[in-house]
Every structure is written in structure tokens, then in C-alpha cells.
T-cell receptor, first 112, second 113 residues
Framework: DAKTTQPTSMDCAEGRAANLPCNHS???????VYWYRQIHSQGPQYIIH???NNETNEMASLIITEDRKSSTLILPHATLRDTAVYYC?????????????FGKGITLSVRP | SAVISQKPSRDICQRGTSLTIQCQVD?????MFWYRQQPGQSLTLIAT?????????ESGFVIDKFPISRPNLTFSTLTVSNMSPEDSSIYLC??????????FGPGTRLLVL
């Protein structure tokens, strides 16, 4: 079973920030938080990951709470092409258990 | 990063036949996986493809139905055997570059009639 919970769906206006929440209250100390997205009919695309500290790359920012029980993926300026299913996943890095287990994800709809 | 390609990209097959899907990575990856995505569903892990040894299957998946090979660090195949309409899905190959980041191929869309 997936170890994260996400809302089923959300929408935001084009050009605005999209803040996607994720709860992972049972996360272990050696588990990272990963975000992927899947645009219709394509393979999942890696977005970002982090352990404890906030992370930022060219696609998004990841904000992890101090207790690590939840996180937020931020798309700073959403475009129509960001419409996709976004998956929040916790994963152990390295070793036999380092595999991604997908939940249902959150469907983000960006409206014009 | 790693770029993953799959062949074929899609296929329509008759029930009772088998299809082999190829996965090629442009660089060496430490681990490779095969996933299935049934219509309207999330991804489900089928197995971990182990180089030079038998794959490690997840619960509900067996080697007779989904034989997997991984002869080297950049290539793997998944065969869907004795297909039925219930096997109609997207099959995705995935590889871990380094230890931290897992990348996915574009998927193979299979329709079984």
C-alpha cells in the first residue's frame, strides 16, 4: 500500500502558483519524498525529491515540514502543460527496497 | 539522468499469443523495473529485473506469465505470455540512475483482442 495520502484533484489558474499537498505521517528516517507527474499517455516524469531540507530545481520547489510528516510541491507559475496526475511517493534510497510504489496521485487541472 | 526507450510503442494482439517488450537505457543503471498501468489506474510494480539472474516478482505476478530478462546493465525484456483481454494495459520500463533517481520509459500500449 502507498504510504502517502493526497487529495483526489485540484485546479488552479494559469500563471498562478500550484501548491500540491501530501501527507506521509508514517515516513521513516531513511525514506525520501519523491514527486513524479504523468501527463496523459506518457510515462511518469521525475520532478524533484528531498529528505529533510527544502529543495528547488527548474521545475518546482519541494517544501518538507520539520517533522517530515507532510510536504508540498509548488509549481511557481502553472501553465496548461502542467495539467497532469502528480504522485507523491516515499522511497528508501539504495538496497532491495528502493522501489517506487505509486498511489492514486492528485489530478491537477490548470485552467486558462 | 537516463533516457529510456521501449519497443514496440504499441501493439494489438490476439488472445493466446505472447508479446515481448524491449527496454533500452542510454546509460548504465543500477536497477531496472517493470510496471503495469491498467486503464484508468495507477502504476503497479510487476518485478525487479536483475542482471544475470531471475527477476524478483511482486505479489500477484509470476514468471510463467511475465518472463523477464536482463542480460546487461542497459537492456531488459518483458514478455506477456498467453495473453487475454485482461492484459490490455500500458507496460512501463524503469531504471535507477545512480541510487537516487528513477526514470521511466514512454510505455508500451497493449491491446489484446
Amino acid at each position: 500500500d502507498a504510504k502517502t495520502t493526497q487529495p483526489t484533484s485540484m485546479d488552479c489558474a494559469e500563471g498562478r502558483a500550484a501548491n500540491l499537498p501530501c501527507n506521509h505521517s508514517t515516513i521513516s528516517g531513511n525514506e525520501y519524498v519523491y514527486w513524479y507527474r504523468q501527463i496523459h499517455s506518457q510515462g511518469p516524469q521525475y520532478i524533484i525529491h528531498g529528505l529533510k531540507n527544502n529543495e528547488t530545481n527548474e521545475m518546482a520547489s519541494l517544501i518538507i515540514t520539520e517533522d517530515r510528516k507532510s510536504s508540498t510541491l509548488i509549481l511557481p507559475h502553472a501553465t496548461l502543460r502542467d495539467t497532469a496526475v502528480y504522485y507523491c511517493i516515499v522511497r528508501v534510497v539504495g538496497g532491495a527496497n528502493s522501489k517506487l510504489t505509486f498511489g492514486k496521485g492528485i489530478t491537477l487541472s490548470v485552467r486558462p | 539522468s537516463a533516457v529510456i526507450s521501449q519497443k514496440p510503442s504499441r501493439d494489438i494482439c490476439q488472445r493466446g499469443t505472447s508479446l515481448t517488450i524491449q527496454c533500452q537505457v542510454d546509460s548504465q543503471v543500477t536497477m531496472m523495473f517493470w510496471y503495469r498501468q491498467q486503464p484508468g489506474q495507477s502504476l503497479t510494480l510487476i518485478a525487479t529485473a536483475n542482471q544475470g539472474s531471475e527477476a524478483t516478482y511482486e505479489s500477484g505476478f509470476v514468471i510463467d506469465k511475465f518472463p523477464i530478462s536482463r542480460p546487461n546493465l542497459t537492456f531488459s525484456t518483458l514478455t506477456v505470455s498467453n495473453m487475454s483481454p485482461e492484459d490490455s494495459s500500458i507496460y512501463l520500463c524503469s531504471g535507477v540512475a545512480g541510487v537516487e533517481t528513477q526514470y521511466f520509459g514512454p510505455g508500451t500500449r497493449l491491446l489484446v483482442l
